[in-house]
């Protein structure tokens, strides 16, 4: 059943390049192209190209042999856990999440026909082009946030229900585990982009090309938007520092301050957003890097994202860091390392 589902929504994805070329979406009462609605990112393509793959695009038949595995991989990890195994040995990892409360999409992304293993089209090899400078800024970074348990403040966004993991909340705006759903409601002179993780929305001003001031540094950062034809361009700069690093495994990101994200939105389909961004941050890369993704259409209503994981697990986070201090036990260090 979930192999038929997986093919069929694959089908459903493409968008050939022709019809692509050829719709023109609808007018809403302001004139504007129509965005709004709900859109899902949730895909088995990623941020970065993993090194099994060489290549942008792949076949449907290497697609559909990949999602094979990947379904069958899902169906063996959903499987419930034998009442008889007993607790775990002390100190080791529990295990996290059952696969069922997972979402991460069942098909990889596909962008006018072709099937694509990253989301990164420039640099070619689908990696970010970190500078010698900005690894070492990215790895001392995510040490800290992971091997550093003295309060809330050096915790992850998401796990202080501040913003999504990783980079939902964006910009960009990536897919992750679950929850990647978003939407868009549009008026005379803003565009709201609701992110159903961490519940949070931001407001996208038309209606001027002015910045805030420097000091000014919401989370999200500071968007502002116009359109070009049928394209919602939106500029993003004035990051928090705060939300800096983005940590979603292999796919984490970092954003110095000074960073300038400029998204393009273009409506393709009746059920589907080509979603374009492209990074600038000489401070981290030694290039502007740029990727684009489908938003495929879903049915609504986005629900609210009760953030129980921060509000439970933080504080037993930093009191299980408390006792291991009293007992003198020394908590083992995360390696991040690896490029």
């Known amino acids: 059943m979930r192999n038929a589902l997986g093919l069929a929504l694959?089908?459903?994805?493409?968008?050939?390049s022709a019809a692509a070329a050829d719709?023109?979406?609808?007018?809403?009462?302001?004139?504007?192209?129509?965005?709004?609605?709900?859109?899902?990112?949730?895909?088995?393509?990623?941020?970065?190209?993993?090194a099994m793959f060489k290549t942008l695009t792949l076949t449907e038949a290497q697609a559909t042999d990949v999602e094979k595995r990947?379904?069958?991989a899902r169906a063996r990890a959903d499987k419930p856990t034998d009442p008889k195994s007993g607790a775990p040995p002390a100190g080791n990892d529990p295990g996290g999440y059952n696969a069922s409360w997972t979402d991460p999409g069942v098909s990889l992304g596909r962008i006018n026909g072709q099937v694509r293993t990253s989301w990164i089209i420039d640099p070619a090899?689908?990696?970010?082009?970190?500078?010698?400078?900005?690894?070492?800024?990215y790895v001392d970074t995510l040490r800290k946030a992971r091997n550093s348990w003295d309060g809330p403040e050096n915790r992850p966004l998401g796990e202080r229900?501040?913003?999504g993991f990783g980079s939902t909340a964006g910009p960009p705006m990536l897919n992750v585990l679950y929850n990647n759903n978003y939407q868009i409601v549009q008026s005379k002179d803003s565009v709201a982009i609701l992110v159903e993780m961490n519940h949070d929305v931001r407001i996208v001003r038309l209606n001027t090309r002015q910045h805030l001031p420097n000091f000014m540094r919401p989370w999200m950062g500071d968007s502002i938007g116009w359109w070009e034809g049928d394209t919602l361009v939106v500029e993003t700069t004035n990051f928090n520092p705060g939300e800096s690093l983005r940590p979603y495994f292999d796919n984490s990101i970092l954003l110095s301050p000074a960073a300038k994200v400029t998204e393009r939105f273009t409506r393709v389909s009746p059920t589907q957003?080509?979603?374009r961004f492209e990074v600038d941050d000489p401070a981290v890369y030694t290039q502007v890097w740029k990727a684009e993704m489908p938003m495929n259409a879903t049915k609504g209503p986005v629900y609210e994202y009760a953030c129980h994981e921060g509000n439970y697990a933080l504080?037993?986070?930093?009191?299980?860091?408390?006792?291991?201090?009293?007992?003198?036990?020394?908590?083992?260090?995360?390696?991040?390392?690896?490029?």
Request: net charge positive; charged share 20%.
């Open 23 to 50: 719709y023109h979406a609808p007018k809403n009462g302001f004139g504007q192209p129509d965005l709004q609605g709900t859109w899902t990112n949730a895909s088995l393509t990623s941020l970065q190209r993993p």
């Open 70 to 72: 990947r379904a069958e």
């Open 315 to 339: 504080p037993g986070i930093l009191a299980g860091a408390r006792q291991a201090e009293k007992e003198g036990k020394k908590i083992e260090a995360v390696d991040v390392s690896g490029r």
């Open 273 to 275: 957003i080509l979603y």
């Open 125 to 137: 090899d689908g990696r970010l082009p970190y500078s010698d400078a900005g690894h070492k800024l």
């Open 161 to 163: 229900c501040m913003l």
């Open 10 to 16: 694959a089908a459903a994805l493409i968008v050939p």
